[in-house]
């Protein structure tokens, strides 16, 4: 979608702080799913109708407004975070800031996903498969899932984004999860170090 400037600038200060504070409800319960790559942003409601919860928060709130008004508030927090002038009235530039210091995991996701060079995670989906004995189909012999990974190419020119579609056994799921809760418990360890010496 494309991104009317001026109309960042012209909305008034109240309703920019209407539009930051439904912003950071939506995200914060999933509803918005923010994507930030090195090269931009794009936004995703998950599974839901935006349209439709933002009628249910204010019948009065404009779709391609709030779209508009929410790369602009996420532009601004790049800015923040990578300490980068952005012109903006310092009024929006404090909305912005009181978002990550009630957000950590937006600065984070900023940091991380805006810096790397590494393929990021776009999407994560899953089928339930069932080998069937080939002398009779209505036997089920095994049954496995098959995770759909989506990547996105980030920081290569010319790489492109990918489905990556990998079987696993129930053994192979629990193996994924012991490793990924590991590294998981490893993080927030790191992540609480680091907040008590601040």
């Known amino acids: 979608m494309v991104k009317n400037e001026n109309r960042n600038s012209e909305i008034n200060i109240e309703v920019f702080k209407k539009y930051a504070q439904i912003f950071l409800d939506l995200f914060t319960r999933n509803i918005i799913r923010v ?116 990547v996105i190419g980030n920081g290569q020119p010319n790489n492109d984004n990918r489905q990556i579609l990998v079987e696993l056994s129930e053994s192979d799921i629990e193996n994924v999860i012991k490793v990924l809760q590991e590294a998981l418990d490893k993080l927030r360890i790191l992540k609480i170090g680091e907040d008590e010496k601040k």
Do not use: P, W
Request: proline fraction near 0%.
């Open 35 to 150: 994507k930030l790559f090195n090269s931009g942003i794009r936004i995703e409601s998950q599974g839901y109708n935006l349209k439709k919860e933002l009628e249910r928060i204010d019948n009065t709130i404009n779709l391609e407004d709030f779209i508009n008004q929410v790369f602009y508030i996420l532009n601004i927090a790049r800015s923040i975070v990578f300490k980068m002038d952005f012109d903006c009235d310092n009024e929006k530039i404090m909305v912005v800031q009181e978002i990550l210091k009630n957000c950590r995991q937006l600065e984070e996701e900023i940091k991380i996903k805006c810096t790397s060079n590494h393929d990021l995670l776009d999407r994560i989906d899953y089928d339930i498969l069932t080998r069937r004995d080939k002398s009779d189909i209505s036997k089920i012999v095994a049954y496995s899932v098959l995770i759909s990974v989506g």
